[in-house]
């Protein structure tokens, strides 16, 4: 079991370095920017400065970069790619979606140092295996699998050295960045998005604060035999170290080779799920990356992983949402428009133009409710058109107040679960499970 002697990528740990990268890759770009510009005048053209940026390999240059910043700029790389995404140019959601994918491995002499901190030096005495290769990619760490003398088997996500010292540093100079490329438009105001990031990194650089959250929402599910959730290992887990029961199971989207009718039901499960967090549990698990969903094909559970990102929402959020969804049932714009307001939509000044754009994009979210039958998500070009839709609003009609966290961490679990059901080709009744859900509620929500 002793560690192999590999030599990974070292992180960029200090201040320095870190900014060294930074200044390194805006040189870089924009010395790039200026042999490509000079190349297109010299041919008569007159490229603007996105264009300039926007060259292939500059946007690859931006990606790399951010990569070795890796930990919280990938994290802001994913929060802003899936949330604002929709809202921002396809060349900046490409490049964030690259970082996504770019996890790298922590040096094995950090790996070791981080699980002598947190286990003492004796740990190795009780465990029968442990696999040094890391065996998946975390956003701020990195998941090992190991066997304990007890036989228990456990995945482990062991965080970065460090990572949270330089949450605060890198949110900012990624702003700067952001800033610096002309990528998102001038009347984006991004200060609360980042301040949302940061403060949601230092939440999940604790993972006692997800131990609990997973646990919390594990009570809430109960006894539902579709979904599968591991257990936590309490005695092994620590502020940096989050130890559960390893699942065996299978990325979901191989439920693609699964009959219509298991993807159907599978999808069906999700969407319920979805209902009863916003409007039962008032917690909902935010980050609906495929990663956080495992399908085992030997019990045809879904495994839900990832608490991290748990979100309390509070009455008055969960009951606008839930207006807002029976609202567009009806076609009722002014119950539509009521529970915007309740959420916290039009807060800032409104153009009358902007604010029917945005109940048409609420509209258009919410077909899949409206149907009385199942609704083909294989089928429908629904993502493709709240995408356009959110563009046109943003990019022609200059609409770009930054939403309210809640909604914005709702409408991507939303927008998530939509893009799962089209990659399974799902048929699901979405509008049945909602009536479902709602003959639940305590009559002062469904009598609202
Ligand atoms: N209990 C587990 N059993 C098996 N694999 C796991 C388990 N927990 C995490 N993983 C693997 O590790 C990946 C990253 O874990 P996750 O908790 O999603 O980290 P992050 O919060 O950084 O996204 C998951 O996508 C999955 O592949
Ligand atoms: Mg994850």
């Not at 200090?14 to 005048?41: D, P």
């Not at 970082?99 to 740990?123: A, H, I, T």
Request: some cysteine; hydrophobic content about 40%; glycine content about 6%.
């Amino acid at each position: 079991m002793l560690p192999p002697k590999i030599q990974e990528k070292r992180l960029p740990k200090s201040k320095l370095s870190r900014l060294a990268h930074l200044g390194a890759m805006a040189s870089g770009v924009v010395g790039n920017m200026l042999v490509e510009g000079g190349k297109q005048w010299a041919q008569g053209k007159r490229p603007s400065l996105q264009d300039l940026l926007l060259t292939p390999s500059n946007a690859s240059r931006f990606a790399d970069h951010l990569a070795n910043m890796r930990g919280a700029a990938m994290k802001v790389g994913q929060l802003l790619s899936m949330d604002a995404g929709e809202l921002m140019p396809e060349e900046l959601s490409i490049i964030l979606s690259r970082l996504r994918s770019q996890g790298k491995s922590m040096p094995l002499s950090q790996l070791v140092k981080q699980l002598e901190k947190n286990w003492g030096r004796d740990w190795q005495s009780q465990f029968s295996y442990f696999n040094w290769q890391p065996i998946a990619a975390a956003s701020i760490g990195q998941v090992h699998q190991a066997t304990t003398k007890e036989g228990h088997s456990l995945a482990i996500k062991i965080q970065y050295i460090g990572i949270n010292t330089s949450i605060d540093s890198d949110v900012d100079n990624l702003a700067s960045l952001l800033n610096l490329s002309k990528l998102i438009p001038q009347s984006v105001n991004l200060a609360p998005l980042l301040q949302e990031a940061k403060r949601q990194l230092h939440c999940e650089t604790d993972y006692c604060h997800e131990a609990q959250c997973l646990e919390k929402y594990q009570a809430c599910l109960g006894d539902d035999l579709r979904f599968l959730i591991p257990k936590v290992h309490s005695n092994w887990s620590t502020q940096s170290i989050l130890a559960m029961d390893f699942v065996q199971a299978n990325p979901i989207e191989s439920c693609v080779n699964e009959p219509q009718a298991k993807r159907d039901s599978i999808m069906s499960a999700l969407f319920e799920l979805l209902f009863r967090e916003i409007f039962q549990f008032k917690l909902v698990q935010t980050d609906p990356n495929f990663a956080n969903y495992l399908y085992q094909s030997h019990t045809g559970k879904v495994v839900l992983l990832d608490f991290g990102a748990t979100r309390a929402y509070n009455d008055a959020i969960s009951q606008g949402y839930y207006q807002l969804i029976r609202g567009a049932i009806a076609q009722n714009k002014e119950e539509v428009e009521a529970a915007a307001h309740q959420i916290g939509f039009f807060s800032e000044q409104i153009e009358p133009q902007q604010k029917k754009a945005l109940l048409a994009l609420f509209e258009q979210a919410c077909e899949p409710m409206r149907s009385s039958q199942a609704y083909d998500f294989g089928t429908s070009d629904l993502a493709a058109n709240i995408k356009d839709k959110s563009l046109a609003l943003s990019m022609e009609l200059n609409y770009w107040h930054t939403p309210p966290a809640d909604a914005l961490f709702f409408h991507r679990k939303l927008g998530g679960l939509y893009l799962l059901a089209a990659k399974l080709k799902a048929r699901v009744n979405v509008r049945a499970i909602f009536d479902q859900v709602s003959q639940t509620l305590p009559s002062s929500v469904s009598c609202l």
